[in-house]
């Protein structure tokens, strides 16, 4: 996108799929979180795609298509501070790129809570031996 053309909000599922596939876009070829990506989608990109276009939809547009615990897949994943850092940026970054509004605060806002309240959720579960409840 060029500078001359006007940014929009994130409105329509049409773009969250764009946030979505720019986003994973970018995961696929960052050095950092690729492997840790691949190693758990493996082959199931398409399943893992929908699924975070339906988490989406749900966050920002208010289409109540999400059910499920996003936080379970994640937690004896081995991801630190810098994981979590890198993943806000390149979000943050692809939001940036193409939308600006109140969507496109919001989801910067959800992506931030998200990913603090993983990395504390995450790290208590190392320190500790429960289980974490679905």
């Known amino acids: ?3 001359s053309q006007m940014k929009k909000d994130i ?3 049409n773009d969250v799929r764009l946030l979505v596939d720019t986003f994973y ?3 696929r070829e960052d050095d950092l979180l690729k492997d840790i990506f691949q190693n758990v989608i493996k082959d199931n990109w398409d399943v893992h795609l929908e699924k975070m276009y339906r ?3 749900t966050v920002l547009l208010d289409e ?3 059910n499920g ?3 379970l897949p994640h937690v004896k994943l081995p991801i630190h501070t810098a994981h979590f850092e890198r993943w806000l940026t390149l979000f943050n970054e692809v939001i ?3 939308f600006e509004g109140k ?3 919001k989801a910067k806002l959800q992506g931030e809570r998200m990913a603090a309240m993983f990395h504390s959720k995450i790290n208590y579960y190392r320190e500790n031996t429960s289980t974490p409840l679905i």
């Open 11 to 13: 409105e329509t599922l």
């Open 96 to 98: 940036n790129s193409f």
């Open 103 to 105: 969507n496109a605060t």
């Open 55 to 57: 988490f989406w939809q």
């Open 64 to 66: 109540h298509t999400y």
């Open 1 to 3: 996108m060029n500078s």
């Open 25 to 27: 876009d970018k995961i």
């Open 69 to 71: 615990s996003p936080f």
